[in-house]
């Protein structure tokens, strides 16, 4: 039975890289639809009279509180989304590497280091969000906050990685060294 | 690195272009340069071989050691 190479071109890498590309796309577009409420939110909170103003208000909240939590929201989900994108990206990079069958390039240690900061900097936007929940409104709070190790598990085992296709890179130079 | 090779020095000596040497030893004229300019990191003992036979020399004749 036939075991479908994971490197080069028509490979698995390939079809995960041409999935990453969609999901970047995705990510690219949320963002940016993201961004532009969030600035809307913040003009709109001083100016009530804008269009739509009224419609993101929350019912039995007075217009701070409910604003308040809207940008909050938005926010949070412009650091998240942002977080992900980085990550997105850099893994997009990493496959197109994978997909030329080049997996020990050098720029792939920088690559990944940027995924582990990624990884780390989503459970950061997690733990602030739930210092902020505090403030919030009780409906609007967030859920109880809870330490994921394997979060930071993974995060300790990209950067391991990084080390490790630091050392690929180094030896690919030693490689071509080589006479 | 303190191992020089000699290479330029012998080619001189044999009368010998690094194109005729590539050719001779089946080493792409891109590594004979690399081997000529110093910037190799580590030479097989294929290559080695190689380079003995078509110069007629020995491997200290082709390389020396500087501390």
Redesign the interface.
């Known amino acids: 039975m036939p075991i479908m190479r994971t490197l080069g071109p028509g490979s698995l890498s390939s079809f995960m890289k041409a999935v990453l590309d969609v999901v970047w796309v995705f990510l690219l577009v949320t963002l940016a639809v993201l961004a532009a409420g969030l600035l809307y939110g913040v003009l709109a909170a001083f100016n009530p009279d804008m269009p739509f103003a009224q419609q993101v208000r929350y019912d039995g909240l007075d217009r701070l509180q409910a604003w308040a939590v809207v940008l909050a929201r938005m926010g949070t989900a412009v650091l998240f989304v942002g977080g992900v994108l980085a990550i997105v990206s850099s893994l997009r990079r990493i496959f197109a590497t994978l997909k030329a069958g080049d997996p020990f390039h050098p720029d792939n240690v920088t690559r990944l280091r940027v995924v582990a900061v990624g990884l780390a900097w989503l459970e950061m936007v997690r733990y602030a969000v739930w210092t902020l929940g505090a403030l919030l409104p009780p409906q609007a709070a967030p859920d109880r906050p809870n330490l994921s190790l394997t979060a930071w598990f993974s995060i300790l085992v990209v950067v391991v990685l990084a080390e490790v296709f630091r050392e690929g890179a180094r030896l690919r130079?030693?490689a071509e060294?080589?006479? | 690195m303190p191992v020089r090779l000699h290479l330029d020095r012998l080619l001189v000596a044999r009368r010998m272009s690094l194109e005729e040497l590539s050719d001779r030893t089946g080493i792409s004229a891109a590594n004979l340069a690399i081997l000529k300019a110093g910037d190799a990191r580590a030479l097989r003992f294929s290559t080695l071989d190689a380079l003995c036979r078509e110069l007629a020399c020995q491997p200290a004749d082709l390389m020396t050691w500087e501390p």
Request: glycine fraction near 0%; charged fraction near 40%; avoid cysteine.
């Open positions: 130079r030693e060294l080589t006479i």
